[in-house]
């Protein structure tokens, strides 16, 4: 999962990404790996694929420019969040406060969607939501993350 959540669509790209790899169109072109010789993920790389997957409904409506439908908006928050405490949890000590500071951020953007009813385009413009990025240094944190999953998490 790169956690590189290949979305830089709107505020949520700079976090989707850290926690999002996976499900371009490039991915077509990787070699599908063997499960059955394959090791099992370690935790942390495993709840970076969930939270890769927890994110997956929101960057399809933010790549759409839409909004989460009402009917879809506590069920995919809620997930989004359960994976960011599994994140946390299992997260080695070299990188647990930059993810911590991703989740962080994370949060307040999910807290900015569910006080706009589920627009998406209005998480960036969310004073909120922006000030605890930049105040946090959530972008550089992401990028850490990233860069950690990439070398760490075989296809995640």
Do not use: K, W
């Amino acid at each position: 999962m790169g956690l590189g959540l290949h979305v830089a669509v709107l505020s949520f790209g700079l976090l989707l990404g850290v926690t999002a790899c996976g499900g371009s169109v490039a991915d077509a072109d990787r070699p599908i790996r063997d499960t059955a010789t394959a090791a099992p993920p370690t935790p942390f790389c495993a709840a970076a694929q969930h939270n890769a997957d927890a994110l997956r409904p929101l960057n399809g409506f933010a790549q759409r420019g839409g909004s989460v439908p009402p009917e879809q908006l506590q069920r995919t928050v809620d997930a989004v969040r359960h994976s960011g405490i599994e994140l946390i949890a299992s997260a080695p000590s070299d990188i647990r406060a930059d993810v911590q500071i991703v989740v962080d951020a994370l949060d307040a953007q999910l807290d900015a969607l569910e006080r706009s009813g589920g627009d998406i385009a209005a998480v960036a413009r969310d004073p909120a939501a922006s000030a605890t990025a930049a105040a946090t240094g959530a972008t550089a944190a992401s990028q850490r993350v990233s860069a950690y999953i990439t070398r760490t998490c075989q296809g995640v």
